[in-house]
């Protein structure tokens, strides 16, 4: 069969520019589409498509499957839209990812769906495909449990991106290889946090990658992509200091720079900003969420993650266990990026100034505000349906910088929306660009966000500015997608 893998773009009507607010940082492919074509038989012909780097669909290639991925909410009515432009032309789709898997019935309106962990689906999909006989929805749970998953296998995937007939124009098909390399060292996650969609299709399922297997992977990767920086797209990083250990030692033999996420909890225990620093990591983005810890465990349900092992929750002890974690990663020199989540519904505007403050003094490379999302399927979502708190269920501003939920205290979504973006734009003050240049971190990769963030969200105001006063919109900022 001729298969086509799209990772779809989101549809462009949110209010604000996603590539100010750093959404600029894409990963070289989609990471589920990556997983699918590396367990997709040799003898198929693949091909993947990636909208979001701006490739582009030509609807009139002949494919006998194409698979499209949700991994994002934001991504679904685009991933719809394909899939009608597919059946116009008689070709059968299948959804999957994160939104379709948790959105069953909403997704199968358009295509089959693959709802869950794709491994022990995707042989029969394909059999299924090859009758064209593809069922209405296949659920994980009525095949065999995962006990193995799937890794990437750039070999298959090289081929694919290779393979692929779309255009793409010259400076997407430059930019793309400054950007950062998925590979992974597990999979899944122990925890269940609210918020997030992990718990939902994993069920608390954590894989962890044989590093002789990582070793040969990053052998690859280094053969086929020479990656300039590699991202680790674990769901839950650095689970097992024992494993985690080993799987560092590859990438500092290998000799490469990479990226990780990171939870605070793990940063206050042991050695692991060392460990990173001295294996290649050139910046750990540090999951922080919210300093209020209330919102923390009550709304997110994110306590366990972030705070010291057997520490009580509480206010003091999350700021602790935050101050705890920088310290790790400033002892070490490691550079550190602070992510931030935002619920208009609990947190009020002193809360996020409380919060720059934190992240002014703290010395991260960079720090990003950003409003809870209530992802469809999460216990969040549910919990804030349920309470009549949702703004909005047009999935195409479902991103982190599109007020979705109501705020309390009788402020409007509008003065709370600029309340954030007032405070992300003194997050980063252009007068800090000095000091980020000749800082710790000197003019390296890991300053490169800050200075484009800091510029780009001054052109996003100004361009909202302007486009208040005069009703047509500027071209402005201009940057790859
Ligand atoms: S620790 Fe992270 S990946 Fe795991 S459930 Fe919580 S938010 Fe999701």
Known sequence: MRILFVNPNEIKHIEYSDYAMGGYIRPYFSPALGMLISITPEHHNVEYIDEIIGEQIDFNRRYDLVAITTTWTIQAQRAYQIA?????????????????????????????VASGMAENMWEQILADSERRSLRPVYFAEE??????????????????IDDT?????????LSRNMRPFPILTSRGCPHTCKMCVTPEIYHKKYFAVDPVHLE???????????????????????????????????FKNAGVKYGV??????????????????????????????????????????????????????????????????????????PFMLFWLINPVRNSIEDMEKIVEFSKRSGAVLSSLNFAVPLPGTKFFQEQKRKNNILSYDWSRYNTFNILLKPANGISAEEFQKAMHDNFIKLYPISGIPAHLMGDASFSIEVMPYIVTSVAVRLEYLKKMVEKTFPFSLPFPFMPK
């Open 216 to 250: 040969e992977q990053l052998t690859t990767a280094e053969k086929l992509f020479k990656p300039f920086m590699y991202m680790f797209i674990d769901e839950y990083f650095g689970h097992d200091p024992e494993h985690t250990s080993a799987c560092l030692q590859k």
């Open 143 to 160: 095949f065999p449990d995962v006990t193995r998953c799937a890794w990437f296998d750039y070999r298959k995937i090289k081929k694919a």
């Open 84 to 112: 009608d432009g597919f059946a116009k032309h008689g070709v059968p789709c299948i959804i999957g990812g994160n939104h379709a898997s948790l959105c069953v019935e909403e997704a199968s309106r358009y295509a089959s």
């Open 261 to 334: 996420q990171v939870t605070p909890n793990l940063l206050c225990e042991g050695n692991l900003a060392r460990e990173l620093a001295d294996t290649g990591c050139v910046v750990a983005s540090i999951g922080l969420e919210s300093l209020n810890s209330e919102v923390l465990d009550d709304d997110f349900g994110k306590a366990e993650p972030s705070i010291q092992p057997g520490m009580e929750l509480n206010d003091q002890n999350i700021e602790a266990s935050y101050t705890a974690a920088i310290r790790k990663c400033q002892e070490a020199k490691l």
């Open 165 to 173: 007939h779309a255009h793409i124009d010259m400076v997407n098909g």
